[in-house]
């Protein structure tokens, strides 16, 4: 089991930015897909942006594209989401994900493709 440790969440205005880290214990698969997933009271996880790390594919939540960009330090294994041009409507916990499935780079923005979890760092955007 990788463990993985979310930080970088706080309050900021709208307009602001914040850049959210995901550090993982190390592990020594090279194909695998990493994702950031949020989830506010009374709503279902959903994903962000997420990751193939084998040819660097991406995905983005329709909602947060051109605004949030997902990337990765291999070498430090630690995974980033900078958002810039925060909103009310991103306010959540958001979560780090990660899993070696061999058919991730299909299905990288579905809960269930993902067998690692962080526990999450709160994001809170004041209008």
């Known amino acids: 089991q990788v463990q993985l440790v979310e930080s970088g969440g706080g309050s900021v205005q709208a307009g602001g930015s914040l850049r959210l880290s995901c550090a993982a214990s190390?592990?020594?698969?090279?194909?695998?897909?990493m994702g950031w997933f949020r989830q506010s009271p009374g709503s279902e996880r959903e994903a962000v942006a997420g990751?193939?790390?084998?040819?660097?594919?991406?995905y983005y939540n329709d909602s947060v594209t051109a605004r949030f960009t997902v990337s990765q330090d291999k070498a430090k294994n630690i995974l980033y989401l900078q958002m810039n041009s925060l909103g009310p409507e991103d306010t959540a916990m958001y979560y780090c994900?990660?899993?070696?499935?061999?058919?991730?780079?299909?299905?990288?923005?579905?809960?269930?493709?993902?067998?690692?979890w962080g526990q999450g760092t709160q994001v809170t955007v004041s209008s």
């Open positions: 994900a990660l899993t070696f499935s061999r058919t991730c780079r299909w299905t990288m923005y579905t809960v269930d493709t993902y067998n690692n």
């Open positions: 190390e592990y020594t698969a090279s194909t695998y897909c």
């Open positions: 990751i193939y790390i084998d040819d660097g594919r991406t």
